[in-house]
């Protein structure tokens, strides 16, 4: 886990471990954390099936690399 802001551009450089789960929510409470996990957690599995090494995990979006 980490909060580095450069983590993205060192991953693009350098590579990563094999999957990375990043999520970006910013402050949330615990309640809310759960909820977005119930609504689409499928959604970063797929991502991580579909061959994404990283998947960032924000509010409004999900996005493979």
Same mark, same amino acid.
């Given at each position: 886990?980490?909060?580095?802001?450069?983590?993205?551009?060192?991953?693009?450089?350098?590579?990563?471990?094999? /999957?990375? @789960?990043?999520?970006? +929510?910013? #402050?949330?409470? $615990? /309640?809310? @954390?759960?909820?977005? +996990?119930? #609504?689409?957690? $499928?959604?970063?599995?797929?991502?991580?099936?579909?061959?994404?090494?990283?998947?960032?995990?924000?509010?409004?979006?999900?996005?493979?690399?």
């Amino acid at each position: 886990m980490t909060k580095d802001s450069d983590f993205l551009d060192n991953y693009v450089i350098h590579g990563a471990p094999p /999957k990375v @789960l990043v999520l970006e +929510f910013g #402050n949330i409470s $615990n /309640k809310d @954390l759960l909820q977005l +996990f119930d #609504n689409y957690f $499928n959604e970063v599995i797929i991502s991580f099936e579909q061959g994404s090494n990283i998947v960032l995990f924000r509010r409004d979006e999900i996005i493979g690399y």
